[in-house]
C-alpha cells in the first residue's frame, strides 16, 4: 500500500513522497546545462525584499550553493510608510501593473537554475518580481521560488511564477515566516538536499 486515506483525501505515505520528490528533483534537472557538460551547476538567487527578510533567506541559499546574487530593484522606490506600500502594492497587483525596474542580469540563459524570492504580498509575489519574470526568457531555466510572509505561507506566489514563465521548469519552492528568518538556514539547507539543488 503506498498510499493514506486521511479524512476523503488520499495521500501519499511519507517515504513514498520523498522518493517522489527526490526523483521529481533529479528528472527536473536531467539534461541541463551544467550536466551535458560536466560543468558544476551554474545558479543564481534573484531576489526583491522590501524589509531585508526575503534578502536574509537569499543570502542562506547563496551561501549554501555558491550561487551568484542578483537583487531586483524598482526605478520608483516603494514608500517607507507601512500603509502606503501596502495601498500602492494592492494597485499594481489588481491592475497587473509591473514597475520598471533598475536593471536585469544580462546573462540568465547562463545560468541552470534561479532561486526567486519574494515577501508575499497579497497573498501573491510583489509586482518587482513579476517585472523581473515578465521581462525576461526563462525557458530551459530551472525555477525555484521562495518568498517570506507575516503568516500566509506561500500562497499563490509559486503559480503566479508558473503563470509567468509557463516554459520554466518549476521546482518545489519554500515559504518562511518572516519572524524566523534569522534562524532558518537549516531548514534551507534540508530544503535544497530535498530539491538536488547545491554544493
Ligand atoms: C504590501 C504588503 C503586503 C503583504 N501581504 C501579505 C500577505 O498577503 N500575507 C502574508 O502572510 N504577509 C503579507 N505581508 C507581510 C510580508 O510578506 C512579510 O513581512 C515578509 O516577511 C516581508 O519580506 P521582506 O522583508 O523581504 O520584504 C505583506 C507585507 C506588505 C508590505
Redesign the pocket.
Known sequence: MGRKEKGNRIQPNRPMKKIFLVLTACLSLAGTKAQETNQPMKILVACF???????TVAEQIRKATGADFFGIEVRDAYPSD?QG??DR??REIGNDEKPALKAMPENLAAYDVIFIGS?????TIAPPVAAFLSSGDFTGNTLVPFV??????M?HCETAVKRLCPTATLLKGLAV??SS?AAAAPRVERWLKEIGVGK
Open positions: 525584499s522590501y524589509s531585508g527578510n526575503a534578502r507601512y506600500v501596502l502594492a494592492k515577501p508575499n504580498w497579497w497573498n517570506t510572509h507575516g503568516g500566509g505561507g500562497a515566516n518572516g528568518v
